[in-house]
């Protein structure tokens, strides 16, 4: 066990709306770099981390689509979009002197490697954060089931989903007052009452592996340790 927190291996999934700050598009490099800070402090435990950055700040194939371009093309676009941040991450963390590796879906050999499953595993061992870009290379799809497809296939404890609040809650605590936070929730319930946590096909997938995903405040500093560490406040699906 690595000392100051129960997890040796985890998946940081934040969305890329994560890494645009207050400027409503595109990437704002000092939210990055606190965020790499954030990382880079889990990494000092010894903690193995996996990154899945999504690509919501550039583009999303969903919206590309309601406005008459084809999906799979959009959606592609939208995988390239995720690799943008992925690069973008790997500079602020590597700026703190974390060794990063971007692993792409898609091959792209000149900026990322490809993904090899064997090969992404001794760069966690050897205490390198691999950060999976471009979702799983397919259309159709979202990073959310690419963070619990990698998580799997990397065998990370739980998944780490760093939002702008601190749990999973009844109803949204920005609009009401008496939303009540969920300590622990089921994958059912989950999809059941529609919480939005993930989207269906990533919570079906982490539900049937028994991966549990943590939900907790990215906006917190220190947040991401502290909860590593059983710290604060979270929701845990599982
Ligand atoms: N995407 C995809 N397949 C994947 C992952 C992502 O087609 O496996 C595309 C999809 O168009 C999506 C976009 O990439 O809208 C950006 O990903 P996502 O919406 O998950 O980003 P986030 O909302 O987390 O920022």
Known sequence: ???????????????????????????????????????????????????VIGGGN??????????????????YMGMLATVMNALAMQSALEGHGVFTRVISAIRMDEVAE??????A???????????FAAGTGNPYFTTDTAATLRANEMACEAIFKGTKVDGVYDSDPKKNPDAKRYEKVT??????KHLGVMD??????ARDNSLPIIV?????PGGFRGIL??????????
């Open 200 to 205: 269906a096909s990533a919570i079906a997938l």
């Open 1 to 51: 066990m690595t000392p100051g927190t129960k997890y040796n291996r985890v998946l940081l999934k934040i969305s890329g709306e994560a890494l645009m700050g207050d400027q409503g598009y595109g990437l704002h490099p000092p939210t990055v770099e606190r965020i790499a800070k954030e990382v880079k402090s889990v990494h000092d435990l010894g903690v193995e981390i996996c990154m």
């Open 216 to 220: 907790f405040s990215l906006d917190e």
């Open 121 to 131: 595993v001794r760069h966690l061992e050897k205490k390198r954060v691999c950060i």
């Open 187 to 192: 994958y059912d319930e989950v999809l059941q």
């Open 58 to 75: 550039i583009f999303r194939g969903l919206a590309g689509s309601a406005q008459g371009m084809e999906r799979t093309t959009a959606d």
């Open 114 to 119: 490809p993904y090899i499953r064997r090969r």
């Open 229 to 238: 560490a059983g710290q604060g406040t979270y929701t845990t699906v599982h």
